[in-house]
């Protein structure tokens, strides 16, 4: 598993929540955001997705310990729906993305990324903005080592 690939993700129109906090968070405000869109009779586009804005492992760890984690969750949507404070309708920008897929625990893809930021160095590239993880299927769903997880950093 972690074969990374490159690939071109086009923008997405989606349904957006940010804060910070923890990253624990994100199993809180990921039905909440669904919850909201489904009562727009929105039409989802695609798998839900949390934004990864800090630029490290260890900085992610850091800002989770302290509170402070900038975390974004999304759900791509067919067409544009009513805002809130909390819910914003954006296009998430595509981007020239490394790839890789974790599948297990959520709690386990510290070594997808590794190997990520490993090839990321090893191939001459930066990171040109907030890593992505789409979640495939749904751990209420499946068992903790079915989970599927794509991982992608966008790279220049």
Known sequence: MHKIEVVEEAPKLVAGMRKHGQYKEIAKMLPALFEYVISR?????????????????EEAMAADEAGRADIEVC????????????????????????????????????????????????NGKKLSGPMREAYLNDPREVGPQEILTVIYAPIG
Not at 41 to 57: N, Q, T, Y
Not at 83 to 112: D, F, N, W
């Open 41 to 57: 009779s929105a039409i989802i586009a695609g798998p839900p997705m949390f934004l990864w804005h800090e630029k490290s492992v």
């Open 75 to 122: 759900l791509p949507i067919a067409t544009r729906i009513s805002e809130t404070a909390e819910i914003k309708c954006y296009e998430l920008p595509g981007a020239t993305m490394a790839k890789t897929v974790h599948k297990g625990p959520y709690e386990s893809s510290g070594l997808a990324y590794e190997k990520l930021f490993a090839w990321i160095e090893e």
